[in-house]
């Protein structure tokens, strides 16, 4: 077997970045910061350089915390993926980042810090629009959504994002936020209701409910891994 030989010693630069979602009213956000030496107008993912004896995960709680001072303790970050295109930010070198993904239901106020003048919520609609996030976050930012979508599908993660009490309608909207489309409700409900320990319904019923009779109340099971996953397919597969 031939031996290996480098020949070259590139500049490489080891990142991280997290994709830190919510949901504003029922609308799926991300958070992001703009940095000091950003473009006008552009914002970038929370994120920056390993440090040494750090994991990734541990880099990468460091930097959203520095950054933005959300605080997630590295075990409850999802690795997302490696983006390493030679092109993706040429500042000083070649640059490999490993993307995070977090989620959370009721995040405080993002405080900028580090090198980070300003730091919000932006709708993910906005975020995956051309030209608003720097480097290939763009990319990072839909592939999140798509792990995101998976954890929903595989375990109970959806309901921290509901009320103790809630509905099948809320509960949907949950979903329906993650997966960027609108779900069929009487397919939905059967899939959900068919799991058993997912949610377990109450004696109680909704009086919020706008149109039609009121809605029956469910909390939460004990169930944090789903079996069977809930799948939702497009209309026209």
């Known amino acids: 077997m031939p031996k290996h030989t480098r020949t070259v010693q590139h500049n490489v630069y080891v990142y991280v970045d997290t994709v830190l979602f919510t949901l504003i009213d029922g609308v799926l956000n991300v958070l992001v910061v703009k940095r000091k030496t950003a473009p006008d107008g552009k914002f970038a993912l929370p994120g920056g350089l390993v440090e040494d004896g750090e994991t990734l995960a541990e880099a990468a709680s460091r930097e959203l915390y520095e950054e933005t001072e959300m605080e997630f303790r590295p075990e409850?970050?999802?690795?997302?993926?490696?983006?390493?295109?030679?092109?993706r930010d040429t500042r000083y070198g070649r640059a490999i980042s490993v993307a995070f993904l977090a989620m959370t239901p009721n995040p405080p106020v993002p405080n900028a810090g580090s090198d980070a003048t300003s730091t919000q919520f932006i709708e993910y609609r906005k975020a995956r629009?051309?030209?608003?996030?720097?480097?290939?976050?763009?990319?990072?930012?839909?592939?999140?959504r798509r792990l995101a979508s998976r954890q929903l599908e595989d375990t109970a993660i959806a309901l921290n994002f509901c009320e103790e009490e809630f509905t099948i309608g809320e509960l949907r909207i949950v979903y329906e936020?993650?997966?960027?489309?609108?779900?069929?409700p009487a397919n939905f409900r059967r899939k959900v209701e068919k799991i058993d320990g997912f949610i377990i319904p109450q004696k109680s019923l909704s009086l919020s409910e706008s149109a039609g009779r009121p809605a029956r109340l469910y909390k939460r099971g004990k169930k944090q891994d789903l079996y069977p996953p809930i799948y939702f397919r497009r209309q026209d597969q």
């Open 129 to 144: 629009k051309p030209g608003v996030l720097e480097f290939d976050h763009r990319n990072i930012v839909g592939d999140a």
């Open 76 to 87: 409850n970050l999802l690795q997302i993926g490696a983006y390493g295109d030679p092109d």
């Open 177 to 184: 936020a993650f997966y960027q489309r609108e779900l069929d």
